[in-house]
């Protein structure tokens, strides 16, 4: 990798670690979203049928939410 300029290989450092450290932040949401998941689980198997309704209608919403915020990165 010696023939390579200097400048280029310090960007492919910086990319790699810009590639790195999204990675480690997306595994740490990953684990708190599994949490968060399951902890609504447990919410909607003690609820009655109305509020079982306005949490799945709630869920679609933040769903769609997140879907549009993905898509404008």
Known sequence: M???PDWF???LRQ?????ELAS???ASCLSEDKNLFT????FKTN??????????EWEEAIG?????DKQSI
């Open 9 to 11: 290989l310090e960007a």
């Open 47 to 56: 609820q009655n049928e109305d509020i079982q309704r306005l949490l799945s």
């Open 2 to 4: 010696s023939n390579w």
């Open 15 to 19: 990319r790699f670690y810009q590639l």
């Open 39 to 42: 902890q609504m689980d447990q």
């Open 24 to 26: 480690e932040q997306q």
């Open 64 to 68: 769609d939410q997140l879907s549009q």
